[in-house]
C-alpha cells in the first residue's frame, strides 16, 4: 500500500512536466522549494522548539550565495554552486544557533526575527556584491553541457534536490539523531538526564537546517531568476512558519502538504486582488480551529494517537 | 492515507486545465485581453489600486461603452504581487502562459517589474508604460516607459535650480529602496554637470515612524535646497518635523512621484511654500480638456472615488494603449502595436504636453515647477524640457 | 549637531518609544494571560482607530469622543476576538493560536482596506505641531504630549495589576495557571479581560500615534517595534516592556545622528542580539540564565 503510493507519487513527479501546463511546472518547483525550506524549519522548530522567525534571511544568504557564484564562476556545475550555498548559510547557521543556546521561546524567535532584518540590510550595505536595491539578475545555471534555461529543466533539477533531501531528512529522523531531537522537544530536561548532549544538538539542528534553506535559497534564485532585497522579508519568514504549523510541527510529511498549501493558496488567490489577505487568513484561522495540530496531526489522528507540544495557555 | 485513486483524481484535475491553443495570444475575434501583476495588498496598494480599477479600467469602460477597438471590447486581468519581486514573475508567467494576455499593463514597482523584464522581453511579450521611475528599463525592445524617468527628472530639477535660480547648496532626504537611490544618484551626476555636490544625504527606510534625527542631520549642513525623494507618508512626517524644529531657510523639493495632493492633505499646513516637480495637472482643478473629460469619466462610472494623480496615470495609459491599438489596426500583432506606438507624433492626449514616441520609447518627458500656495500646487513654470 | 537638537532627537524618540511601550505592555499583558503572542495586536489597534475617526468624520465630534469610542470599540472587538476565535481553539497548541492570530492580523488589514480603501489619512491630535521653546532647545508639544499621556496610561495600568481583584488575578494567572485555577480564580475570566484591556492599551496608542505616522490600513505595522521593545525590556515584565519601549525609541532615532548609513538601520536589531546574549532575559528579564 505504502510502495504503491510512493510509485505513483514518483510517477507523478517524473511525469508533470509532460501532463502539465508550462506555469504549473513553474509552480511545482516553487513548491518543492518552499517544502524544502520547511522541512529544514520542522527540523529546527519541530524537533527542537527552536522557533524562528528569521528563516527568510537563510533563505536570502543560500540566493545570493548560489547567484555570486553563478554570476562570478560560471564554470562551476549547478550541484556544486547549490552544495556551497548551503554550506555557506550552514556556517552563519552555526554563528547564530551557538549564541542562541541560552535563549528560548519568544526570546529566540526574536532573535531570529531579528537575525532576519539585518540579513536584509547587510544584503542591501554590501551592494558592491550583491546590487543592493538595483537587484540581481541571475543568469541560467550550467550542468554539464546544458544550460538550464527552460522551466522543465530546471524542474527536474528542484524535485532532484528536493527527493535527496528529502530522504535524507526521513533518515535523520529514523535514527538516533533524529530520535535525540525528538527527545529534545519533549522534555529538554528528561533528554538531557539521559545523556543527550543538548548543546550538540540544538547546535546540529540549526547548521542542518540552515544548510536545507541555503540549498533552497540557490534554487530560488536560478527559478525565479532575479533576487532583490525586498524578496526576503519578514513576512516571507512569518509564510513558512505558517507552513510548518499548518502542515503539523515535528512531520516531515508534514510540512511538504504544508508547503504545497500554502503555496497554491498564495498562487490562487492572486486573482482576488484585495481581497487576497482577508481569504487567506480566513482560512489560516478556520484550518488552526478545526485541526489542531495542522494536517498531519488530523491525518494522524486517522491512524493513531501522536505526541503534542504545550496547549494553549499551559506552562511548559 | 493517501490513495491511489486520489492521486489519479489530481492528475485528471491537473490536466484539464490544459489551455485552448490561440492564434495571437489575447486577442480573439471579440475581445483583447491585458493584464499586469500589481499591489493590491502590502505597502503600495492604494496606488495599485487606483492606477488599475479606476484609471486602466476607467478608460476602458469608456471605450467598451463606445464599442471598442475595431469591434474588439477589452478586457483586463490583474493579479496581485504585494510588491514581493517573485509573486511578480509567478504572476506575470500565469498572465503570459495560462491568461494568454496581449500585452502587460501598468505594472507597478522597480523591483518587481525589473524581475519580469527578461521574462517578457524573451518573450516578446509588451510592457507597456511600468509605474515605476528607474532608468533600468531602457533600452528595450518590447518596454514603452510609462511615468518621466528619474535621469530626466533630475535633469529637469537641476537644470532649473542651480541653472536658472543659481542654487548652490542641496541636500537630499531619500527613501532607502531603489526609487529613492535611482534619484539619488541621478542628482549627483546632474550637480555633477555644475561642479556641485550634495552637502548632506539622509536615507529613511520605507514605514519609518520618525524622521527627527535625519531632519537634524540635514539642516546642520544648511542647505538652500533639500530634495525629498519619499512617499507621501514619510514626505508629510519630514514636512512636520521641520515645522517642529523652526527649520524655515531650506527649501523643500518633492520629486515627480512625490508632488502630489496626498502629502499635501496629510502635513496640512506645514506643506506651505514647498515646491517640487509635477509631473500631472492638477487632477481635481486643471481646465485641460482631457482633465475635464477624466474628471467626467470618473464622476459617470466610480462616483465615490476622487480623482487623483495615480488614475490619472493609469487613464493616460489605457488612453495611449488603445490609440496604439487603432492604429495597429484590425489585424492586430505585438509587433503591429510596438510599431504603432513608434508612428506616435504630436499625439494630444489633452492632459500632458503633445507626445512624440522615438527609439527611446519614452512617453514622458516632462514636468513642470510648482509651489505650494494655500493648500494647492500653483504652477510656476510652462513644461520643462529634459532633452 | 547642537545639542539642542539633540535633546530635541531625544525627546522626538522617548514620544515613539512610548508608543513602543504601550504596544509592549499590550503584548505582555496577553503573552502573560495566555502564553500566546498576538500577531494581530496591530492591526485591531488600527481598525479601532478608524471606527473613531469614521466618528469624528460623520458624526463631526470632537477628538475626546473618537477616542472614547476606539477605546470601546476595541474592547469589543478584543472581546468578540478572544471569545468567538481563540476561545474555540480549545484544542490548539500554542503554536496553532499563533497562527490563528496571523490570520487575524491578515483579515482585519484586508477588511480595513476594503472598508476605507488603503489611502493614508490625516488624524487630529489633542496636542499641537508648533514647538515649544525650552531654553535653546525646542520640543514639539505632541511629543510631550505622547510621553505624558503614555506614562498616565501605564501608572493606570500598575495600578489595576497592583490594587484591584482583577489585576491581582491576572498575576496570578500569569504566574501559575494551575494553582490559580485551584485557589478559584476563572482563568476564562482573565483571559477576556487580558484581550480586552490589551485592546484597549492599543487604541491609546493608536489615536495618539495616527497624527504622527497617518491613520492608514498599514498603521498596525507598528506592533512589530512593540514586539522588539517588549523582548529587549524583558518579556513578561511590564516595567520591562516600558524600558525597553523607550530604549526602542531613543537608539532608533540616535543611530542615524552618528552612524553610518550602512549600519543604521540595523542598529535597534543588533543592539537587541547583543543584550539577549548578555542578558537571555532582556533588559529587566526574569529569566533565570540557562545552562546549557
Partial sequence: MRQAALATGAAVVVGWPWAAPRYFVFLASLIAINAIVAIGLNLLSGYTNQLSFGHAGFLAIGAYAAAILTIRAPALPVPVSLLLAGLVTAAVGLALGIPCLRLEGLYLAMATLAFGFVVVEAILSLDWLTRGNDGLRVPAARLGPWTLATDTARYYLVMTVAALLVVAAVNISRTRTGRALLAVRESEIAAQASGIHLAAYKTLAFVVSAFYTGVAGGLFALVVGFLSPDSFDVFLSVDFVAMIIVGGLGSILGSVVGAAVITTLNDSLAGFQNYRPLIFGAILITSMVFMPGGIASALGKISGARSRPPRQGEDR | ?387 | MTWAAVVHVVVSGLATGSIYALMAISLVIVYNATRTLNFAQGEMLMVSTFVGWTVLRVLSAPLIVALLVAVAASALLGWLLERLIIRHAISATHFDVLIITLGLSLVLRSAAGIAWTHDEFPFPSFFGNRPVAVGPVRVAPVSLGIIGASLALMLALGALFRWTRLGRAMRAVAQNQRAARLMGISVERVYSASWVIASMVGAVAGVLIAPVIFLSSKMGLVAINGFTAAVLGGFGSMPGAVIGGMLLGVLENLAPLYLPASIKHSVPFLVMITILLVRPGGVLGRVARRKV
Fill in chain 2, 1 to 387: 492515507m493517501i490513495s491511489r485513486s486520489s492521486v489519479l483524481l489530481l492528475l485528471a484535475v491537473m490536466l484539464s486545465a490544459l489551455p485552448v491553443a490561440a492564434q495571437q495570444p489575447g486577442v480573439s475575434d471579440t475581445e483583447i485581453v491585458i493584464g499586469g501583476s500589481n499591489s493590491f495588498s502590502g505597502p503600495l496598494a492604494f496606488t495599485g489600486e487606483q492606477i488599475t480599477k479606476f484609471g486602466v479600467d476607467l478608460y476602458f469602460k469608456v471605450i467598451n461603452d463606445a464599442g471598442g477597438i475595431h469591434g474588439r471590447k477589452i478586457r483586463t486581468v490583474y493579479y496581485d504581487d504585494a510588491y514581493r519581486p517573485q509573486d511578480a514573475v509567478a504572476n506575470t508567467k500565469k498572465l503570459v502562459e495560462q491568461d494568454r494576455v496581449f500585452a502587460i499593463i501598468i505594472p507597478q514597482g522597480s523591483p518587481p517589474v525589473v524581475a519580469t523584464l527578461d521574462y517578457l522581453e524573451e518573450n516578446k511579450v509588451p510592457l507597456l508604460f511600468p509605474y515605476q521611475s528607474s532608468p533600468v528599463t531602457r533600452g528595450k525592445r518590447y518596454v514603452m516607459q510609462g511615468m518621466t524617468l528619474s535621469d530626466r527628472s533630475s535633469k529637469m530639477m537641476i537644470d532649473y535650480l542651480a541653472g536658472q535660480r543659481k542654487v548652490k547648496k542641496f541636500a537630499a532626504l531619500y527613501q532607502d529602496d531603489e526609487y529613492g537611490k535611482s534619484f539619488l544618484t541621478a542628482f549627483e551626476k546632474d550637480l555633477g554637470r555644475y561642479g556641485l555636490k550634495l552637502v548632506a544625504a539622509e536615507s529613511v527606510k520605507r514605514g519609518v515612524t520618525d524622521v527627527s534625527a535625519q531632519v537634524a542631520k540635514l539642516q546642520a549642513a544648511k542647505p538652500e535646497v533639500t530634495f525629498l525623494v519619499l512617499v507621501p507618508g514619510p514626505g508629510a512626517q519630514a514636512l512636520k518635523e521641520r515645522q517642529k524644529i523652526g527649520w524655515n531657510d531650506t527649501i523643500m523639493v518633492s520629486t515627480g512621484p512625490l508632488t502630489d495632493e496626498r502629502y499635501l492633505s496629510l502635513a496640512g499646513d506645514a506643506a506651505e511654500g514647498v515646491e517640487g516637480l509635477s509631473l500631472w495637472p492638477d487632477p481635481v482643478s486643471s481646465d485641460l480638456p482631457g482633465v475635464k473629460l477624466y474628471r467626467e469619466h470618473m464622476h459617470r462610472y466610480f462616483p465615490q472615488n476622487e480623482p487623483n494623480r495615480y488614475s490619472i496615470a493609469g487613464y493616460c495609459a489605457a488612453m495611449l494603449f488603445a490609440e496604439g491599438a487603432k492604429r495597429a489596426g484590425r489585424n492586430l500583432t505585438r509587433d503591429g502595436l510596438m510599431a504603432a506606438f513608434e508612428s506616435f507624433k504630436a499625439y494630444e492626449t489633452g492632459i500632458l504636453p503633445p507626445i512624440t514616441i522615438g527609439p527611446d520609447h519614452e512617453t514622458q518627458k516632462q514636468g513642470f515647477w510648482v509651489r505650494v500656495e494655500q493648500g494647492r500646487f500653483k504652477q510656476m513654470t510652462d513644461w520643462l524640457k529634459s532633452e
